[in-house]
């Protein structure tokens, strides 16, 4: 059976990065408490990609719906590093191309973020949603995101 990790294997880390923050042997912070913590995640993880890593959304809106994670605790998506942030993007592509290879039936993906308690945030360690999407699993999916304002969605 193929895995999340097969295709991180292959994957090079990017280049031409002027972060000099080291991920690479451990944590930078953790905070105890927090379900999203790398230390307290670690069971749950399907994949990792330099400075983040990867779970299954423990409440999923679809099949195959994952968390992107720094491993360093911070609040939300405008702390993230210009290398958290690659490395976020790069963690993406690996799972869409895993679930895409492995799932036939999906043929969509909506990424979402949540940043701050109006905007929906309820744990404030930065995680990004990857949300496959299949036809019909919803009458009408046009506004995609802008559905977190349900007026807003038909425009």
């Given at each position: 059976m193929k895995t999340f990790k097969s295709f991180a294997q292959s994957a090079?880390?990017?280049?031409?990065?002027?972060?000099?923050?080291?991920?690479?042997?451990g944590l930078v912070e953790s905070v105890e408490d927090c379900p999203?913590?790398?230390?307290?995640a670690k069971d749950r993880?399907?994949?990792e990609y330099n400075s983040v890593f990867a779970i299954k959304d423990e409440f999923p809106v679809s099949e195959g719906h994952s968390l992107i994670i720094p491993k360093r605790h911070i609040s939300d998506y405008f702390s993230l590093t210009e290398a958290e942030?690659?490395?976020?993007?790069?963690?993406i592509q690996i799972l869409r191309k895993w679930v895409s290879e492995n799932d036939s039936?999906?043929?969509?993906?909506?990424i979402g973020v949540n940043s701050g308690e109006s905007a929906g945030q309820t744990i404030f360690h930065c995680h990004i949603h990857l949300i496959p999407?299949?036809?019909?699993?919803?009458?009408?999916?046009?506004?995609g995101v802008r559905g977190a304002i349900p007026d807003k969605?038909?425009?």
């Open positions: 090079t880390a990017p280049s031409g990065n002027k972060d000099d923050t080291d991920f690479r042997n999203f913590c790398y230390e307290n993880i399907v994949d942030k690659r490395d976020s993007d790069k963690l039936t999906v043929t969509g993906f909506n999407r299949r036809d019909g699993d919803t009458p009408n999916p046009r506004g969605m038909g425009y």
